[in-house]
């Protein structure tokens, strides 16, 4: 079991940056792959990025990559998002999500993250 909170929000003008968080409790978060999915208003939630348990492996979206940057600090328990050259498309609320090793092919798809933050709005301005 593991319990998350997520912080970081808030409102930036296109071209800036945000930096998520995600702290995570109990003694386990170093086995647990994590996730940030978001979901802007009348859309489904959808993958951002993921990142593995060491912090070795780290995947995006199509639509982040080269922006965004996954990573973790496994000493801290929390997990992080750095948002650059944000967009007003980025505008929705970002999540962060935990589940224990599978096949890298269950990553990507929110059904398979049994544990989920609370969120945390993002809105970029044009």
């Known amino acids: 079991q593991v319990q998350l909170v997520n912080s970081g929000g808030g409102l930036v003008q296109a071209g800036g940056s945000l930096r998520l968080s995600c702290a995570a409790s109990?003694?386990?978060?170093?086995?647990?792959?994590m996730g940030w999915f978001r979901q802007a208003p009348g859309k489904e939630r959808e993958f951002v990025a993921w990142?593995?348990?060491?912090?070795?492996?780290?995947y995006y979206a199509d639509s982040v990559k080269g922006r965004f940057t996954i990573s973790r600090d496994n000493a801290k328990n929390t997990v992080y998002l750095q948002m650059n050259s944000l967009k007003p498309e980025d505008t929705a609320v970002y999540y962060c999500?935990?589940?224990?090793?599978?096949?890298?092919?269950?990553?990507?798809?929110?059904?398979?993250?049994?544990?989920w933050g609370q969120g945390t709005q993002v809105t970029v301005s044009s």
């Open positions: 999500a935990a589940r224990g090793p599978a096949s890298d092919g269950l990553y990507y798809t929110r059904q398979n993250y049994p544990y």
């Open positions: 109990g003694r386990l978060f170093s086995n647990y792959v």
């Open positions: 990142i593995s348990w060491s912090g070795g492996r780290t």
